[in-house]
């Protein structure tokens, strides 16, 4: 059964920083493409990451890049968010998901972890 666990989600001053986790299994995590998606209040869910199923390659939003690093570490399938500079426009639920394919929409995800930056 696949299981994404994300955690380090937590309050934080603007310009602060923080590292997101995502703990999968049930699946052959080094199959997968993964991504973070995040979802504030009264917005669409949105794309905020995404990297390959090996690591090799990696897309962001615009509004993060320059910011945010996802990376990954199949030994441990887990998959990382850094996100430095945070501003408030930042807070929100992030979620870790799996892509159905490198380019395609992801089939699960997981809990989420709120993310506050407060002005």
């Known amino acids: 059964q696949v299981q994404l666990v994300e955690s380090g989600g937590d309050l934080v001053q603007p310009g602060g920083s923080l590292r997101l986790s995502c703990a999968a299994s049930?699946?052959?995590?080094?199959?997968?493409?993964m991504s973070w998606y995040r979802q504030a209040p009264g917005k669409e869910r949105e794309l905020v990451a995404a990297?390959?199923?090996?690591?090799?390659?990696?897309r962001y939003k615009e509004f993060v890049k320059g910011r945010f690093t996802i990376s990954r570490d199949n030994a441990k399938n887990t998959v990382y968010l850094q996100m430095n500079s945070l501003k408030p426009e930042d807070t929100a639920v992030y979620y870790c998901?799996?892509?159905?394919?490198?380019?395609?929409?992801?089939?699960?995800w997981g809990q989420g972890t709120q993310v506050t930056v407060s002005s």
């Open positions: 990297i390959s199923s090996t690591g090799a390659t990696s």
């Open positions: 049930g699946f052959t995590f080094s199959n997968y493409a």
């Open positions: 998901s799996r892509l159905k394919w490198w380019g395609g929409e992801y089939d699960y």
